[in-house]
């Protein structure tokens, strides 16, 4: 019972690089989400799926971008790197029905140097 | 937009005592669902409470329970008998009930709970 899986849980980039966090889940979700962390700012949501082949924006897209093949997978992914993305980012999935909560993966604490 | 606020960055209370943290929300919708959500230093999000807008009767979940108001749009989170473990930040968060789309959870900004032994 893995829940929600991310990948990696540390990386350090450079200006400009690109990168994909990887994310699974194996809980038959519907829905899953990004989320990044910054230090005093509470969670802000990136991108959501409601279910495979569907994207859309969240609160804070700019310079990210996702796909969702499968229902298990939601990759994000960072094409230029800047300064501004160093943060903790939290994949996460539920299911449809609002009165769950959500699963969240581990993290992934990403500097960009 | 719907907004929560904690007004408390952080909170301080001896092992053993009761805590209660604060959040007050802003919605002009009547389905909705709030959530308490605990963040150890491990860094994994962990749910601890759930409420849900049309029920009165306020969610408890063994030490940890909420004092619900709809109609002042607050939601507190209880932590009797503080326990070493309970350390961490907590998160209020709020969904809004639509039945169509994603309905991303938006989350305060959180209170740093520290106990004190």
């Known amino acids: 019972n893995a829940g929600v899986t991310q990948t990696p849980k540390f990386r350090i980039l450079k200006i400009g690089q690109s990168m994909t966090l990887q994310c699974t889940q194996d809980m038959n979700h519907n829905y899953m989400y990004w989320y990044r962390q910054d230090p005093g700012m509470g969670l802000k949501l990136i991108y959501y799926s409601v279910g495979a082949g569907i994207t859309d924006k969240g609160e804070v897209p700019n310079g990210y971008n996702v796909s969702r093949s499968t229902t298990e997978d939601f990759p994000l992914r960072l094409e230029l790197a800047a300064p501004s993305q160093t943060s903790v980012y939290f994949c996460?999935?539920?299911?449809?029905?609002?009165?769950?909560?959500?699963?969240f993966g581990s993290g992934t604490r990403l500097t960009v140097v | 937009a719907q907004t929560v606020t904690q007004s408390q960055p952080e909170m301080s209370v001896q092992e053993a005592e009761t805590v209660t943290l604060s959040c007050t929300y802003d919605t002009s919708e009547s389905d909705y669902y709030l959530f308490w959500y605990k963040q150890p230093p491990s860094r994994q999000m962990i749910l601890v409470i759930r409420?849900?807008?049309?029920?009165?009767q306020n969610a408890t979940e063994n030490r940890f329970s909420v004092n619900f108001q709809k109609a002042a749009k607050s939601f507190s989170l209880k932590i009797s008998d503080s326990q070493l473990g309970d350390a961490a930040m907590y998160f209020c968060a709020y969904r809004l009930y639509s039945g169509g789309g994603a309905d991303g959870l938006t989350f305060g900004k959180g209170t740093h709970l520290i106990i004190q032994p």
């Open positions: 996460a999935s539920s299911y449809s029905q609002p009165s769950y909560g959500y699963t």
């Open positions: 409420q849900e807008a049309y029920k009165q």
